[in-house]
């Protein structure tokens, strides 16, 4: 398990990430790969929608292009503090402080979870991703959005010395266990060289 894979230490990281996180965050994760994945979630106005991991608010941002209201949810106090000063405590982003692999929600309280950049943190991202089973409505969308494994050994082994980076086979295993039945699998790419990005749309079976 890579060092960040550890609900502590990733806190600690956000908190001084979080200072220049809106700078570094584009040359990987862009407003052109968000506005795909976007599409592939296929929202409507009144949709009932969380964003789990939603940092300073990248995915907020344009899920509220397409939603009227987020419910945005992360553990990082600090990363939070960013994203209100952008939408306010009071407007079309409702804020919860918590875990992805304990969300504080119902069962069957939302439309569709959106998250994006944040299952490489979660030490069991089984346990969130049936959580996301859990809290969507049968027929809802689940869109989650991580890094791809490298292709060299090199990249390989850095990578998994710092937190989870999966290919498409181990997506399949962690949504099947996690109870997904229907799923699809995107590849994604800022510009050549640099890391990509694997984006599962999955659809909450019936019970
Ligand atoms: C790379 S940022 C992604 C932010 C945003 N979703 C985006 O697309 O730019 C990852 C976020 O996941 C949050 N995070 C990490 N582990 C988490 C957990 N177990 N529960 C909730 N949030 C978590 C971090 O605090 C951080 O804000």
């Known amino acids: 398990m890579g060092v960040l894979e550890n609900k502590a230490r990733a806190r600690l990281f956000y908190k001084y990430l979080s200072k220049v996180y809106d700078r570094i965050n584009p040359f990987i994760w862009n407003e052109e790969m968000r506005g795909e994945a976007l599409e592939w979630l296929d929202l409507s106005r009144d949709d009932r929608v969380l964003d789990v991991g939603s940092g300073t608010g990248f995915g907020t941002e344009g899920l509220l292009g397409h939603v009227d209201h987020v419910y945005a949810?992360?553990?990082?106090?600090?990363?939070?503090?960013?994203?209100?000063?952008?939408?306010?405590?009071?407007?079309?982003?409702?804020?919860?402080?918590?875990?992805?692999?304990?969300?504080?929600?119902?069962?069957?309280?939302?439309?569709?979870?959106?998250?994006?950049?944040?299952?490489?943190?979660?030490?069991?991202?089984?346990?969130?991703?049936?959580?996301?089973?859990?809290?969507?409505?049968?027929?809802?969308?689940?869109?989650?959005?991580?890094?791809?494994?490298?292709?060299?050994?090199?990249?390989q082994r850095l990578a998994d010395a710092i937190m989870l980076f999966y290919d498409e086979a181990e997506a399949d295993r962690m949504f099947r266990e996690a109870g997904f039945e229907e799923f699809e699998h995107h590849i994604q790419q800022a510009r050549p060289g640099t890391p990509r990005a694997i984006t599962t749309v999955a659809r909450v079976p019936e019970k």
């Open 73 to 155: 949810l992360d553990q990082s106090e600090h990363q939070m503090e960013k994203a209100i000063r952008k939408f306010g405590l009071h407007g079309s982003v409702s804020f919860h402080r918590g875990d992805a692999e304990r969300l504080p929600f119902a069962d069957d309280s939302f439309d569709a979870i959106w998250s994006s950049g944040s299952i490489e943190y979660w030490p069991n991202p089984v346990d969130a991703l049936e959580e996301f089973r859990r809290v969507v409505k049968p027929g809802g969308k689940v869109l989650v959005v991580g890094p791809d494994y490298p292709r060299s050994q090199v990249m």
